[in-house]
């Protein structure tokens, strides 16, 4: 979904299409091709998108341009560089990607160079997601292991065994209940970022077996709501989580109640905040900080203007020559005319007579 919810996203076999909620074709993305994966970033008005290529690229869709596109050069098992293992992290907007023997990397469109690469998995990563606050990561490899990281030391908090060969999605809800699917089981765990217990068994909270044995393909918690969307071989289903969603919402930041006329004026308000695509950082407190560059570059002007005198008076001649009232204008152009070139040649001969 983009910055409504009457736009979506879909990257298809070549290109990328934008479509409205009547099913429509908006318009076709055709410098992203191939794509795997995508992640819309509300606050920056960016698409970023992986392909195939192993290629990371940003579109502002309120532009309609692409402001970057990199090569992450880490190429898994089978010799490529793409990855479908993406997330971002909401608090910062930077983009997280999975790749081949465990490295995990987060990008900026700032910068060719990942802001972080460090090794989550001692085998291929399978998913990655990440809480509302940017606080806690989930992470699962094929080595079946599904770990919690802190993002503030990018340390592990801790280490669980899971079925097969881990879990292929992993989804945070607002209340940070994680679930997880294991090809045709979905489970929910709770206070599992938070778990005092010394014990490595995961603490399941609901479980939750598709029919006809088919594999969960995706998952999405809805916001606001106590509600696990899981998207599967055959189709969607809609599972309850109690406490998954947040109760209390602010109309000014996402309103589910909201009038057409609201929705105008919502996007209208998003794009006057948006945030420009070079304060994404990987300390996000940059945005409550000084720019002390441009600052000192304001100062500065001021100083080498302050000398500037501005004139006493400005002289406007009318364009009115006839009828008294043009005469008499013109008249008293003359005398001030006259008396100006008076006053400038005493002038002239005070300062000849200082300098004899």
């Known amino acids: 979904w983009l910055h409504i919810e009457t736009m979506y996203a879909v990257a298809q076999r070549q290109w990328t299409y934008i479509y409205d909620n009547q099913g429509v074709e908006v318009h076709c993305l055709k410098v992203l091709d191939r794509s795997l994966r995508l992640e819309f970033l509300p606050y920056h008005f960016l698409l970023a998108a992986t392909n195939e290529a192993g290629y990371l690229s940003y579109i502002d869709v309120s532009i309609g341009k692409k402001i970057a596109s990199y090569n992450t050069r880490i190429a898994n098992g089978n010799g490529k ?29 700032n910068q060719r160079e990942p802001l972080v690469k460090m090794l989550a998995h001692k085998s291929t990563l399978r998913s990655i997601t990440i809480d509302q606050t940017g606080t806690y990561m989930a992470t699962s490899g094929v080595d079946a292991k599904l770990k919690i990281w802190d993002l503030r030391n990018y340390k592990c908090l801790h280490e669980y065994r899971t079925l097969s060969n881990g879990a292929s999605t992993l989804a945070f809800s607002q209340k940070k209940l994680l679930a997880a699917s294991y090809r045709d089981i979905v489970e929910i765990y709770q206070d599992i970022c938070d778990n005092e217990s010394s014990s490595n068994e995961l603490p399941r909270y609901l479980v939750h077996r598709c029919s006809n044995g088919s594999s969960a393909s995706s998952l999405s918690f809805c916001p606001y709501e106590d509600v696990l969307g899981v998207g599967h071989e055959r189709g969607f289903i809609s599972l309850l989580a109690p406490g998954a969603g947040e109760p209390n919402f602010d109309t000014l930041e996402a309103n589910p109640y909201q009038t057409k006329k609201q929705r105008k004026h919502a996007e209208v308000k998003q794009l006057l905040d948006k945030i420009q695509p070079d304060m994404i950082t990987l300390d996000n407190s940059i945005l409550s900080e000084i720019d002390r560059k441009t600052f000192i570059r304001k100062q500065e002007e001021k100083r080498n203007n302050f000398n500037f005198i501005k004139p006493k008076e400005l002289i406007i001649k009318s364009d009115k020559k006839k009828g008294k009232i043009g005469k008499r204008l013109a008249r008293k152009t003359q005398i001030r005319d006259a008396k100006l070139k008076e006053y400038l040649q005493q002038q002239q001969l005070k300062r000849k007579k200082t300098k004899n």
């Open 81 to 109: 560089c793409g990855t479908s293992v993406m997330c971002q992290n909401p608090s910062n907007a930077l983009i997280g990607l999975g790749h081949a023997g465990g490295v995990l990397t987060f990008w900026s469109p």
